[in-house]
């Protein structure tokens, strides 16, 4: 209102009174879209806000259980390895350097016949692997060997990861 009087003043000073037309019907248009358009835009903006504070949740949840799963696996006693199904190590837990006395990177490195698996029983040990794979074999009693060559006995407990049709994956 005072902008408005003081450009009135102006005006009158300078001589040469003018009133604002009323702006066209397309500025007035063009404005009301813009406000609209900017109305949407902030609700998509604090849309965005909640999802991105969800994720951010879902995504500090999974952490907590990756690394509680983490935390399991590298401080059990047992020794304990992951197998793909070509038999390729995808893990090892410290226990199983321990026990063998290989490095992880050893045996992550090693394909069947293991550097852990004793040369005697190497091929009975492979014919296990195969009936675990097929589902037909849910524990097993054998000899490891250590890196210097020491044997030492072992249970093999294998716990196959299923999928929905209960085959291994």
């Avoid at 009135?8 to 009133?19: D, N, P, R, T, V």
């Amino acid at each position: 209102f005072i902008h408005a009087i003081e450009k009135i003043k102006k005006s009158a000073i300078g001589g040469e009174f003018k009133l604002d037309r009323p702006k066209p019907v397309e500025e007035e248009v063009s404005r009301l879209y813009s406000e609209r358009l900017v109305r949407k835009l902030e609700k998509k903006m604090l849309e965005l806000d909640a999802e991105c504070t969800l994720r951010k949740k879902a995504e500090e949840e999974f952490q907590k259980k990756r690394d509680y799963t983490v935390s399991l696996f590298t401080s059990m006693q047992d020794g304990l390895c992951i197998l793909d199904k070509g038999g390729i190590h995808l893990d090892v837990n410290p226990a199983l350097c321990r026990m063998t006395g290989f490095t992880r990177e050893e045996i992550m490195a090693a394909k069947p016949p293991y550097p852990y698996w004793h040369a005697e029983y190497a091929e009975e040990i492979s014919a296990f692997c195969q009936k675990v794979l097929r589902g037909e074999e849910k524990e097993f009693e054998t000899t490891f060997r250590r890196k210097n060559g020491e044997r030492f006995p072992v249970i093999v407990t294998p716990a196959p990861t299923l999928d929905e049709k209960g085959e291994v994956i």
